[in-house]
Each structure stands twice: as structure tokens, then as C-alpha cells.
């Protein structure tokens, strides 16, 4: 039994929480025993799916339509959560887009559209949920690997707005601190979900463990940084990529 498991009724909130790895740490957290709200933008049947499978299992969902790339949306759905299930003790900051174009071709729609998913909703997220949330909570963001590892063309942008995201979460863990709110990111190499899903076979050949990595590995770690074993850890920003090189 994990330690989150042993304190039922606990609440977590996953921005992006319909597809991929937020699916899995929506699923992996409702088995640690949270009540998981989980927000979505485009595609309401997974993110009714993932909250219906975790009510099949006896745990309790509620998806909530909001864009990460909208404040007001965000701050929604913190309250709905909280309406429903209680103050937050953990929320996982999952939701984030990948455009890919080398400099000459970016698309201001596709740069705006990342800094405002990947970047400012995650201030945003961060920003609403920690002050819906009990001391001692937890706030994890998913970054990118792409923050670390050597530069690809066509992946600049992207990779900035995930170098961003690290650094917030080192002044964010902070500010928290004094409230015992712990703010760590997970920085997944290539996995498979359906942002990757044109690319694997490539990718796969850049990682010395000669695979991609899976959702519930990724929402294996997710799940530590929510529990109480890792209270001594903040600000930080683990890399979790097969040993990732190019
Ligand atoms: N897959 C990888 O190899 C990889 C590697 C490193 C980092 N990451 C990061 O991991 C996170 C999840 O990626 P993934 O591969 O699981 O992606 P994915 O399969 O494309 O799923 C993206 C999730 O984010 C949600 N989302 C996207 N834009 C949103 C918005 N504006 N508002 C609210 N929700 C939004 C989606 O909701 P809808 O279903 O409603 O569209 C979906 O639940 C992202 O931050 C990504 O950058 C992924």
C-alpha cells in the first residue's frame, strides 16, 4: 500500500488529465486512493472514459472542461474541484502542446498557442490550485526532458517553453515552502501517447534503453512526488528518459 493510499479522501486535481500520461496519473493516483478531478479541452469522451474506469475501480472522478491556455478557466475548475471533493492536497500539471517548426517556419499561432498552454497555464494552474490547497500538499508539473537534453531542429520553441517550467518551479518551491507545499516536475523523455505517436519508431533509437517510455512509468514517479515520502524533496527536476541522447 502506497502512503497516499493509507490516508483516504485525499483530493488531486490533474490539469490534461483526458489522454496520455495525465490519463495515467489520473488513474495511478485514484489507486493511491485520491479523489481525482481532471480537466480537459478537446476530447470529453477520454476524459469521460479515464473518469468512468476510475468509478469502475471505486474511486471517485469528476472531468471538467477547461483550457489551460485560459486563466479564468483554470480557476474554474480549482473551485469545481474543491466544491466537490474538498481542498486540493495534490495537483499534477500535466496539460501541454508540441508544435514542431524549425525558427524560419514557427506559425505566431503555434508560438503563442505553446507559450500560453505550456507556460502560462502553468503559472496559472499552479498559481489557483496552491491557493485552494491544505499545507502540506503537492504540486507536481510535467516538463520535458527537452528542457536538458542537446537541442533538436524544429524543437526550440517547445523545448524554451519547457526550460521555462523548470525554472518556475525552483522560485515556486519557495514561495511554498513556508506552507509545507512541495512544487517538483517530472521531465519525461520520448513516451508513447498520441503526441508522439508519429514518431516513435525514431525516437526509439535514440534512447540507449532502446525503447519509449510507457504512461504508468512516468505516472509511477508522478505518484511518489504526491505521497508523503517525498516531503523532503522540492524545486527540483527529474529526468526520466532511457538515458536519452541524440
Ligand atoms: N509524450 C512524450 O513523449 C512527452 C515527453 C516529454 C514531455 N511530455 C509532456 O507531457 C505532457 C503530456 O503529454 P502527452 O504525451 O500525454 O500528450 P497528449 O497525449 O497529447 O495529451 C495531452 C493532454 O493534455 C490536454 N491538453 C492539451 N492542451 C490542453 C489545454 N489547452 N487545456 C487543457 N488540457 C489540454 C489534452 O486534453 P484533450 O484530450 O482534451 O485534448 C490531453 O489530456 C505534456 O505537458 C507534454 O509536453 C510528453
Do not use: H
Not at 39 to 65: F, H
Not at 70 to 80: G, H, L, M, N, Y
Not at 85 to 105: E, I, Q, S
Not at 147 to 176: E, F, H, I, P
Amino acid at each position: 500500500m502506497t502512503d497516499a493510499a493509507s490516508t483516504p479522501n485525499r483530493v488531486a486535481l490533474v490539469f490534461g488529465g483526458s489522454r496520455g500520461i495525465g490519463a495515467a496519473i489520473a488513474m495511478r493516483l485514484a489507486e493511491d486512493g485520491f479523489r481525482v478531478a481532471l480537466t480537459y479541452v478537446s476530447r470529453p469522451d477520454k476524459a469521460e472514459d479515464v473518469a468512468a474506469a476510475i468509478g469502475a475501480r471505486g474511486g471517485k472522478a469528476l472531468a471538467i472542461r477547461a483550457d489551460s491556455a485560459d486563466a479564468v478557466e483554470i480557476a474554474a475548475a480549482v473551485d469545481r474541484t474543491v466544491d466537490r471533493f474538498g481542498p486540493l492536497d495534490v495537483a499534477v500539471v500535466n496539460a501541454g502542446v508540441l508544435r514542431l517548426g524549425t525558427v524560419d517556419a514557427v506559425s505566431i499561432e503555434d508560438l503563442d498557442l505553446m507559450l500560453a498552454v505550456n507556460i502560462r497555464g502553468v503559472f496559472c494552474a499552479i498559481q489557483s490550485a496552491a491557493s485552494r490547497m491544505r499545507d502540506g500538499g503537492r504540486i507536481v508539473t510535467i516538463g520535458s526532458n527537452t528542457a536538458v537534453r542537446t537541442g533538436t531542429a524544429g524543437g526550440s520553441v517547445y523545448a524554451m517553453t519547457k526550460a521555462a517550467v523548470a525554472a518556475l518551479v525552483k522560485g515556486v518551491a519557495l514561495d511554498l515552502a513556508p506552507r509545507g507545499i512541495t512544487v517538483n516536475n517530472i521531465q519525461p523523455g520520448p513516451t508513447e501517447t498520441d503526441m508522439t505517436a508519429d514518431m516513435l519508431s525514431r525516437l526509439a533509437d535514440m534512447v540507449p534503453l532502446k525503447r519509449v517510455g510507457r504512461p504508468d512509468e512516468i505516472a509511477a514517479l508522478a505518484s511518489y512526488l504526491a505521497g508523503r515520502q517525498s516531503g523532503y524533496m522540492t524545486g527540483s527536476s527529474l529526468t526520466i528518459d532511457g538515458g536519452y541522447i541524440l
